[in-house]
């Protein structure tokens, strides 16, 4: 089965996705944070440069206790601008 093309606003919502999980890894290596979640580096690697842009949702919620970063925080922040709710400052 061929996936369809990603839209637009599925690209843009990875890769802002990417940008909020390499900022929540800090310092640490790519390796160190992808064996502690359960995948490769290598998927790490193409979460964070946008290349998966619709990565699962077991993905995300591994990366994000290993980051402790909250799923409704991933959510919010990589939401596209048009559609994200107002964060309450």
């Known amino acids: 089965m061929v996936r369809p093309p990603l839209t637009l606003e599925e690209r843009l ?3 802002q996705l990417g940008r909020l999980l390499r900022e929540a890894r800090g310092g ?3 390796v160190e ?3 502690a979640a359960g995948m490769s580096a290598e998927t790490l690697r193409k979460i ?3 290349r998966i842009a619709t990565p699962a949702f077991f993905t995300i919620a591994a990366l994000a206790d290993v980051l402790d970063v909250s ?3 991933l959510a919010v922040h990589s939401a596209p601008a048009a559609s994200a709710p107002a964060v309450p400052t």
């Open 13 to 15: 919502r990875g890769e």
């Open 28 to 30: 640490r290596s790519i």
């Open 33 to 35: 944070v992808a064996a």
């Open 48 to 50: 964070e440069t946008g």
């Open 71 to 73: 799923l409704d925080r």
